[in-house]
């Protein structure tokens, strides 16, 4: 049996050196910007899309020398995600893992430069990968995708757009959502890992990083209302505040927590299908179901 903290730090740490030896290597001038991207990047968030990278990379024998430039790329779009999201035009946030967030700290100019700036450095470290071969630009592809127009931005455009809207909310708006604003950034390093690995397992893989994406969501919709601002690190009791959409506006706190359960057995059903070790990965689907922040 796999000890699953260890497995877990391990690859944390595997992804925190490299992060931080690639950002201690830019020069920016003037030197603020630097610093407000390295502030809010290596600012000790979970992880959780840059280790699921590398422990689906390991499951296919895929070398984390290959995994981690994308890995990296993957969570400065995060991190710029989070900075942007905690603007006052967005959700209004001052307070991000448990620290100031990014216009707190520098002001909302630099902030949103430093979101810029991530986002940018990101696809910088995509191309210069793509010169490697077709995989590579096939990987440097989804991972835009999924940030893009079509992925995580045009779910934060419908967060946005349904959050207090008059008109009835319905399940297909909430899963719409689920998709795009949180799906797929946690589909990404799940197909990018498969894609790096000639598409092993892809299809049993696609599922898994789609369902587990929708499972973070609702874990995260149920934290909101369960959760305390000190385990969080953000403000918590905002989603019913603002009159968000939810899986908790949706079906109350005792429907949603079913559906989470039910959502990680089905995890767990689709990793029967991937042809390797999945045991980090069945346990990782408890953890995000049981996560307390
Ligand atoms: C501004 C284009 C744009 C998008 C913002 C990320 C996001 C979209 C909004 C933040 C609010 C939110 C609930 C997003 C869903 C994704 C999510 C649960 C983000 C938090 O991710 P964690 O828990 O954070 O992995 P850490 O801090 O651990 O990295």
Do not use: W
């Not at 497995?7 to 020069?27: D, G, H, I, P, W």
């Not at 600012?43 to 990379?57: F, S």
């Amino acid at each position: 049996m796999i000890d699953f903290n260890l497995r877990y730090n391990q690859y944390l740490a595997t992804f925190e050196s490299y992060a931080v030896s690639y950002v201690a290597k830019m020069q920016t001038k003037p030197e603020i910007l630097g610093e407000s991207m390295r502030y809010s990047l290596l600012n000790g968030g979970k992880r959780v899309r840059p280790v699921l990278a590398l422990a689906c990379a390991d499951v296919l024998g895929v070398p984390d020398s290959e995994v981690l430039p994308f890995a990296l790329a993957l969570e400065m779009i995060h991190t710029y995600s989070l900075i942007h999201d905690d603007l006052p035009a967005m959700d209004n946030d001052d307070f991000r893992r448990g620290k100031p967030s990014c216009h707190k700290q520098f002001g909302e100019a630099y902030a949103i430069l430093a979101g810029d700036a991530l986002l940018n450095e990101a696809y910088a470290i995509c191309l210069a990968q793509c010169g490697k071969g077709e995989k590579y630009i096939q990987a440097a592809s989804f991972l835009n995708e999924c940030a893009g127009v079509y992925g995580m931005i045009a779910g934060q455009s419908a967060d946005i757009l349904f959050t207090a809207s008059s008109e009835e909310v319905t399940e297909e708006d909430l899963e719409y959502i689920y998709t795009h604003k949180t799906g797929k950034l946690l589909l990404a390093p799940v197909a990018i890992a498969s894609i790096l690995g000639d598409n092993q397992s892809y299809l049993p893989l696609e599922s898994f990083g789609k369902l587990l994406g929708r499972l973070f969501q609702m874990t995260d919709d149920i934290l909101d209302v369960v959760g305390t601002t000190a385990q969080l690190g953000k403000t918590v009791g905002k989603d019913e505040k603002e009159n968000k959409l939810t899986c908790v506006k949706l079906y109350g706190l005792e429907g949603a927590q079913v559906r989470a359960d039910m959502c990680a057995k089905d995890c767990l059903a689709v990793l029967e299908g991937v042809d390797g070790d999945t045991e980090f990965l069945k346990a990782l689907v408890n953890y995000v179901l049981k996560r307390s922040n």
